[in-house]
T-cell receptor, first 114, second 114 residues
Framework: AQTVTQSQPEMSVQEAETVTLSCTYDTSENNYYLFWYKQPPSRQMILVIRQEAYKQQNATENRFSVNFQKAAKSFSLKISDSQLGDTAMYFCAFEGQAGTALIFGKGTTLSVSS | KAGVTQTPRYLIKTRGQQVTLSCSPISGHRSVSWYQQTPGQGLQFLFEYFSETQRNKGNFPGRFSGRQFSNSRSEMNVSTLELGDSALYLC?????????????FGEGSRLTVL
């Protein structure tokens, strides 16, 4: 069975700094998808970034980028130039065969302060 | 375009009662998934519906059930409530089950069981 592990329950960073959130996963599949979702306090979860396992190039979305290491089964999220609005819980998620349910890590609570 | 709407947002029940939660997906979305979010277990998949049929089911007891109507709206029901059922129940919609990772979440229904 696939598992997703986020080893950092909480992290703090100052505005404008860069922070990296860690995620590792376990799967025997070769084709799969990885995601980072953001859940702000009392607001709905939104997709931040996605990565297809067959793509070697790391995905980037504005200030958000990933470091995807397929052999190491590692998928970290880097947030550059952190903003107060980045304060949220971040979930790493795995999807195997298309159409199967997302498997989430337990989340990392990120606090950005001024 | 309206987002995913979940009702009620908050509710308090006592052990042994039952509860029904409702989810209206984004217009045009036909796939609805349900997740249970707790501090200890994180996000756990409950079930997924598409075209009024349950496609996937997570590892939850039979007290948890759901259905989907012809207009794609979905309900989930929990019978004989236990204290451990206290959680945030999240609904997510997508165009179809094949829309990899493109889940749009509602704000959730927070259930407290006393």
């Amino acid at each position: 069975a696939q598992t997703v592990t986020q080893s950092q329950p909480e992290m703090s960073v100052q505005e404008a700094e860069t922070v990296t959130l860690s995620c590792t996963y376990d799967t025997s599949e070769n084709n799969y998808y990885l995601f980072w979702y953001k859940q702000p306090p009392s607001r709905q979860m939104i997709l931040v970034i996605r990565q297809e396992a067959y793509k070697q190039q790391n995905a980037t979305e504005n200030r958000f980028s990933v470091n995807f290491q397929k052999a190491a089964k590692s998928f970290s999220l880097k947030i550059s130039d952190s903003q107060l609005g980045d304060t949220a819980m971040y979930f790493c998620a795995f999807e195997g065969q298309a159409g199967t349910a997302l498997i989430f890590g337990k989340g990392t609570t990120l606090s950005v302060s001024s | 375009k309206a987002g995913v709407t979940q009702t009620p947002r908050y509710l308090i029940k006592t052990r042994g009662q039952q509860v029904t939660l409702s989810c209206s997906p984004i217009s045009g979305h036909r796939s609805v998934s349900w997740y249970q979010q707790t501090p200890g277990q994180g996000l756990q998949f409950l079930f997924e519906y598409f075209s009024e049929t349950q496609r996937n089911k997570g590892n939850f007891p039979g007290r948890f059930s759901g259905r989907q109507f012809s207009n794609s709206r979905s309900e989930m029901n929990v019978s004989t409530l236990e204290l451990g059922d206290s959680a945030l129940y999240l609904c997510a919609s997508s165009l179809s089950p094949g829309e990899v990772g493109e889940l749009f979440f509602g704000e959730g229904s927070r259930l407290t069981v006393l």
